[in-house]
Each structure stands twice: as structure tokens, then as C-alpha cells.
T-cell receptor, first 113, second 110 residues
Framework: SQTIHQWPATLVQPVGSPLSLECTVEGTSNPNLYWYRQAAGRGLQLLFYSVGIGQISSEVPQNLSASRPQDRQFILSSKKLLLSDSGFYLC????????????FGPGTRLTVT | DAKTTQPPSMDCAEGRAANLPCNHSTISGNEYVYWYRQIHSQGPQYIIHGLKNNETNEMASLIITEDRKSSTLILPHATLRDTAVYYCIVRVKLGGKLIFGQGTELSVKP
């Protein structure tokens, strides 16, 4: 069966510090991968999605970047965090080419202080 | 992708059916209706999707009106564990992105 992992589960970082969140998927190959952010407890916003290694599409201009160094690994990064980067970050995957469902990870709750 | 409108909150008694409405009046012919739910502090969970026919699975039933401008998600026997935010999303099936709105916060009460 497929599983998706995210770490860390929670993170408190000062403004201006770097960020690296990691997501890995097991039990599938060539997945589509997604990063979402959820602020104020409602309404997920799609940040990035990837259809393959090194292929990243950005949905909104922002202080964050994403990379996909391996087929089942998706990393969300920032060089300098802003207060507005606080939120609940969710990674998701789907089967490539027309999946009905996206499967979400447990999320990382980031607080920027 | 078409926009959806849902009531912000609903209550339901435990053991009764929960009927969650969604309006999607601008839906186009190749767009599907998807439902996800998010239990507090967890990632969203897929529930069901449909194009124009009613659908049923082990979790819920989806009723889509004939003109496809609205739909209803039915949880036939709601339990306390069904308390969550329910999102109705309209998207193209192939490569369509999930755009989450505010959803409906369903509270199942004993």
C-alpha cells in the first residue's frame, strides 16, 4: 500500500531563518506531487506541483521554492522565512495522468516568530 | 475551474443522515464534482466524485441535479467521527487542480 510521510510534524522558526520541509511517498512510482498551505484553519492553497523529477510548477508568487530531487521526494524550502509563511503545510500525491484522488500527508504546522 | 458555494457550517444529530449542499452553477460539461473532508489538524481525505450520475461508495452518496448546477453529499448515518470540514470541488478530471474553498464545517452532535 502507498503511504506519504512529512516531517517535521511541527516547527517553530524565527523570521529570517531558512526552511526545509520534506515529503516522501512510498509504494508508488512516478506520482504527481503537490505542496499546499492552509492558513487560519480553512481553505487550502496550492503552492507547487510536480509531474516528475526536476519539474516544478509554481502556482503563486511567494517566498518559497520547491524541489524534487528524487521520484518520490518533494522538498519545500525558503531562504528567509516571513511571518506570513506561518501555516499548515500539506504534501499530497496522485497517480499520474488523470487520477481521481489526491492523497494527503499528515502535514507540518509551521509557526514563524 | 468552476467556483463552488457551500454553507459555512451545519449541525447533524448522531445516527441521522447529514446532507451537505453545494452550488456550482458555472460548471462546464467536462468538469467533475469532488468531495473531500478534513478532520481537525489532519490532511484532507477524498470521499467521492461524480460527473452527472449519482454515486455511492462505502463512505457516502453523491446526488447531482439533472442540470448539474448543484449537488448534495449524503452521509447516511453520521457519527461523531464525521465531524470535519467538507469541501466541494469542481475540476476537470485529467490534470485538473484541486482548488479548495472554505467548505462546510459539519458538527455531529450526540
Amino acid at each position: 500500500s502507498q503511504t506519504i510521510h512529512q516531517w517535521p510534524a511541527t516547527l517553530v522558526q524565527p523570521v529570517g531563518s531558512p526552511l526545509s520541509l520534506e515529503c516522501t511517498v512510498e509504494g508508488t512510482s512516478n506520482p504527481n506531487l503537490y505542496w499546499y498551505r492552509q492558513a487560519a484553519g480553512r481553505g487550502l492553497q496550492l503552492l507547487f506541483y510536480s509531474v516528475g523529477i526536476g519539474q516544478i510548477s509554481s502556482e503563486v508568487p511567494q517566498n518559497l521554492s520547491a524541489s524534487r530531487p528524487q521520484d518520490r521526494q518533494f522538498i519545500l524550502s525558503s531562504k528567509k522565512l516571513l511571518l506570513s509563511d506561518s501555516g499548515f503545510y500539506l504534501c499530497a500525491w496522485s497517480v499520474r495522468q488523470g487520477a481521481d484522488e489526491q492523497y494527503f500527508g499528515p502535514g507540518t504546522r509551521l509557526t514563524v516568530t | 475551474d468552476a467556483k463552488t458555494t457551500q454553507p459555512p457550517s451545519m449541525d447533524c444529530a448522531e445516527g441521522r443522515a447529514a446532507n451537505l449542499p453545494c452550488n456550482h452553477s458555472t460548471i462546464s460539461g467536462n468538469e467533475y464534482v469532488y468531495w473531500y473532508r478534513q478532520i481537525h489538524s489532519q490532511g484532507p481525505q477524498y470521499i467521492i466524485h461524480g460527473l452527472k450520475n449519482n454515486e455511492t461508495n462505502e463512505m457516502a452518496s453523491l446526488i447531482i441535479t439533472e442540470d448539474r448546477k448543484s449537488s448534495t453529499l449524503i452521509l447516511p448515518h453520521a457519527t461523531l467521527r464525521d465531524t470535519a470540514v467538507y469541501y466541494c470541488i469542481v475540476r476537470v478530471k485529467l490534470g485538473g487542480k484541486l482548488i479548495f474553498g472554505q467548505g462546510t464545517e459539519l458538527s455531529v452532535k450526540p
